[in-house]
């Protein structure tokens, strides 16, 4: 292992261990065997492939902000991407997908391996928060884009510090995902995306370093099968996210004319209303990002630790993904947006009673399902809608601010969609309010809501 590891052993009994309570947004779960802090790409590989040779269970930390840890905590390795560095790739290391030397505006460094694989590939249908199937890879646009320019970020760099520095050098392409919480590797695993944008529409490839091997590999952004808060890497490719690499457009052509940074095309119409201007307008980047942080934090969704809404994990369920007949069924007023092709929300028979776990209910229903289902290579493609998770749970009875007796978790008092710890909750009272949540949503409605933080050593 290098010298500059940090290293936290629960061995150590000089300093109190961090629990997850301490690092996670939620601010819930229980105490940490080991936790490394992995402040270098040679670090981070070093850590992994410990663990990997000991066999022990293990991993990976970035922000804490997707995640829910049970209060028994993990017996195993954490390891915390703490790898710092943006870099603009210029001519061929852009074209090569290489990562030599030649970035014109390096902000930080790190100890780069160099990696030679294909470029971007060409023809990712660009998708949006309510959009469902990204193909990945950078957009046609952005690769034709003669103003693309292209960074790779470090795993461990804040999200939002890094939109934040594409914003003040007038890259565009990540704006409307301003505030939202969490590191720059974890962006890729559930696909981010919000206000209209999502990471699949300016992601060209990630490094990645795969469980049990000693160097990381490039996957291209197609590859990923960047879906709605998917990706194969959400879907149980196991490793660890060691950098990603982003197509933005420079605006630096448009601003010598213009005299202005203009964002992409407003995709979203609450961000649109919020900005006072038509769908697929561009406005200055600086004023999208501001309005994007007045709606979250409006929502509770931009950390702030004197509101105990954002004490949470976001939007704790997914919105599901429903076949059009049951999104019919639903009353006048529910949201729906139809999507691109996807897989299809399980959608449990409201005659299935409540006696057992939603997800007893939704393995039984999947087997009966698989038992009649005769095997056809044409079957038409369903027409397929999201559904809005947050309205699903307020018309189902549960409330802003709801509560459980006696529990100190609770819904935001903002946004349905978020589980919230009103201070001092255990794991289990943000599990336990979230099945109920889920069991009153299937009760009125037969939808099973999925849990979008990354949830270990807890049941749901
Ligand atoms: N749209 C929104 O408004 C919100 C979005 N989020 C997003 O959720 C994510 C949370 O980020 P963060 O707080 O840093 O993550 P966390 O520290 O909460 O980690 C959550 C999980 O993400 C996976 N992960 C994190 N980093 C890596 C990596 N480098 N390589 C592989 N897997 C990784 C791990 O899952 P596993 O163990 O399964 O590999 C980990 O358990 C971000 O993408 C954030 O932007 C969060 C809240 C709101
Ligand atoms: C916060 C996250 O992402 C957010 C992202 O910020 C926003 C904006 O793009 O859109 C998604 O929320 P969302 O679908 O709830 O979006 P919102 O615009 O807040 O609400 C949609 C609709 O839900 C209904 N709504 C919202 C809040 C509420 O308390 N009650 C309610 O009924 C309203 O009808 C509203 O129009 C993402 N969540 C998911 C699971 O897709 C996250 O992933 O953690």
């Given amino acids: ?39 270098t790409q040679r670090d981070l590989v070093d850590f992994a492939l410990e663990a990997w040779v000991d066999g022990e269970p293990w991993m990976v930390l970035g922000g804490g902000s997707n995640l829910l840890v049970g209060d028994e905590g993990f017996d195993g390795t954490v390891i915390r991407i703490r790898t710092r560095g943006i870099e603009v790739l210029a001519g061929d290391d852009r074209r090569s997908g290489s990562d030599g030397g030649a970035s014109r505006d390096q902000v930080a460094g ?27 890879g950078a957009s046609r646009d ?64 990630i490094e990645f370093l795969d469980e049990g091997a000693d160097a990381p590999r490039r996957i291209t952004a197609r590859e990923l ?71 979250r934090a ?13 004490s949470s994990a976001g939007s704790f369920f997914t919105n599901p993904i429903v076949n059009e007949h049951t999104a019919r069924s639903l009353p006048g007023d529910a949201p729906r947006w139809y999507v691109e092709a996807d897989p299809v929300d399980e959608v449990v028979p409201l005659a299935a009673g409540l006696e057992a776990s939603p997800l007893d209910q939704f393995l039984a229903h999947q087997a009966s399902l698989e038992a009649s289902e005769a095997p056809t290579d044409a079957a038409p493609q369903p027409t397929l809608v999201k559904l809005s998770a947050a309205w699903l749970i307020e ?34 009272e943000v599990a336990q309010l979230a099945r109920f949540v889920q069991s009153r949503v299937q009760a009125e409605f037969g939808i099973l809501l999925h849990p979008e933080p990354v949830v270990v050593g807890l049941d749901l």
């Fill in 1 to 39: 292992m290098g010298g500059d590891l940090e290293t936290t052993d629960a061995a150590r009994a000089d300093a109190p261990e961090p629990t997850f309570a301490d690092l996670t947004t939620l601010r819930v779960g229980g105490p940490i065997r080991r936790l490394v802090d992995a402040t």
């Fill in 110 to 136: 790190d100890d780069r391996r160099s990696r030679s694989d294909e470029g971007a590939s060409r023809d990712q249908v660009a998708g949006d928060d309510r959009g469902s199937r990204s193909d990945g």
């Fill in 142 to 205: 952005q690769v034709d884009d003669p103003a693309s320019v292209r960074i790779r970020v470090q795993a461990g760099e804040v999200w939002d510090d890094l939109v934040a520095w594409t914003v003040d050098r007038g890259f565009a392409g990540i704006e409307a995902l301003s505030g939202i919480p969490g590191c720059v590797g974890a962006a890729p695993v559930q696909n981010i995306g919000a206000y209209g944008q999502e990471l699949a529409s300016t992601l060209v490839a």
């Fill in 225 to 295: 099968e960047l879906g709605y808060r998917t990706s194969v890497l959400k879907q149980g490719l196991a490793g660890i996210v060691v950098s990603i690499e982003l197509d933005l457009h420079d605006t630096a052509a448009e601003r010598a004319v213009l005299g202005e940074t203009l964002s992409r095309p407003v995709a979203y119409p609450q961000l649109a209303g919020a900005l006072h201007v038509d769908v697929g307008d561009r406005v200055p980047l600086a004023r999208v990002r501001e309005s994007v942080l007045e709606l």
């Fill in 298 to 310: 409006s929502k509770g969704m931009v950390l702030d630790p004197d509101d105990p809404d954002t």
């Fill in 395 to 428: 018309h189902a009875g549960v409330g802003r601010g709801f509560r459980l007796p006696g529990s100190r978790a609770a819904v935001s008092s903002k946004h349905t969609l978020a589980l919230t710890n009103r201070g001092g909750a255990s794991a289990e």
